[in-house]
C-alpha cells in the first residue's frame, strides 16, 4: 500500500524533539510489573477509551500476526497494546523469530523501551523514526474511537507504515468506510475484550487470512 505522497510531504516533528520527548516519557512512566508482558499488566484507562482484548484474543491475533509477517517480518500494533504484550510474552510460536513496536499515546507504554512509539492519532503521520514508512510487514490497528475522523486519521497512519498486509479491528459499523480507506474485508473472527462491550467488534483483513473463530 502508498500513502500517494513522497517523503517530503510527510509531517513529522523534528529529531530534536521526537528524542526529548521519546526520554520524557521514559523518565515518566512507572516501571513496569514484573510480568511487564502480561496482558493487563497496564490497567484500562476507559478515559483513553481503552479496552484490552481478552487473553485468548490476543493470543489469536498474535498468532496471526507471526504468520503473516514470516521468519525476521516487523509488526506495528497501533493502538493495540494486548496484542503487542502478547507477542512480547514469548508463548505464541515463532513470535521469536520477528520484532514489534506498539504505537500508543498512553506514556506507560514508554517503559517498552524503544519498541514503544507515541502516537497521538489526530497527527496520524507525526512519528519516531522506529516507524519507518512502509517499513512493517504487518499492521494491525485498533482505532481508539467508532468515528469517521478516527479512522481516517488512523488509516493514513496504517497506510504509511504497511508493506501491504493490514490487520484491522474496530466497530462492525464501520465496515463501509474501512473498506473505502483500507480496502479491507470483514472476517470470521470474532474478538472478545475483557469487558464487554456493546457494540458488535471485528476484525477486517486485505489478505487471505486463516483468522476463523
Same mark, same amino acid.
Given at each position: !500500500?502508498?500513502? #500517494? ?18 526520554? +520524557? =516519557? /521514559? /523518565?515518566?512512566? $512507572?516501571?513496569?510489573?514484573?510480568? /511487564?508482558?502480561?496482558?493487563? @499488566? ?5 478515559? !483513553? $477509551?481503552? +479496552? ?29 497494546? $494486548?496484542? =503487542?504484550?502478547?507477542?512480547?510474552? #514469548? ?17 506507560? +507504554? ?34 481508539? =474511537? ?24 474496530? #466497530? @462492525? ?15 470470521? +473472527? ?24
Amino acid at each position: !500500500m502508498s500513502d #500517494g505522497g513522497s517523503d517530503d510531504d510527510v509531517p513529522a516533528l523534528s529529531a530534536q524533539t521526537l528524542a526529548a520527548l521519546q526520554e +520524557f =516519557y /521514559q /523518565q515518566t512512566s $512507572s516501571p513496569p510489573p514484573e510480568d /511487564q508482558f502480561a496482558v493487563g @499488566a497496564v490497567e484500562e484507562d476507559w478515559r !483513553m $477509551s481503552q +479496552f484490552w482484548y481478552s487473553d485468548e484474543t490476543a493470543t489469536r491475533l498474535a498468532e496471526e500476526l507471526v504468520r503473516e509477517a514470516g521468519e525476521g517480518g516487523r509488526i506495528a500494533c497501533v493502538s493495540a497494546p $494486548s496484542v =503487542y504484550q502478547k507477542l512480547k510474552q #514469548g508463548s505464541v510460536l515463532g513470535s521469536d523469530r520477528v520484532s514489534a513496536v506498539v504505537l500508543e499515546f498512553d506514556r506507560r +507504554f514508554a517503559a517498552y523501551g524503544d519498541d514503544f512509539v507515541f502516537y497521538d492519532y489526530k497527527e496520524p503521520l507525526a512519528l519516531a523514526a522506529a516507524a519507518a514508512p512502509h517499513g512493517f510487514d504487518v499492521v494491525l490497528a485498533d482505532p481508539p =474511537y467508532l468515528s469517521e475522523e478516527c479512522l481516517s486519521k488512523v488509516s493514513e497512519t496504517v497506510k504509511y507504515l504497511s508493506k501491504g498486509k493490514v490487520l484491522l479491528c474496530t #466497530g @462492525a459499523v464501520m465496515e463501509k468506510l474501512a473498506k473505502e480507506l483500507l480496502d479491507v474485508r470483514m472476517s470470521d +473472527f470474532l474478538p472478545e475484550h475483557n469487558r464487554n462491550l456493546s457494540n458488535d467488534f471485528r476484525c477486517f483483513v486485505n489478505y487471505p487470512s486463516r483468522l476463523r473463530s
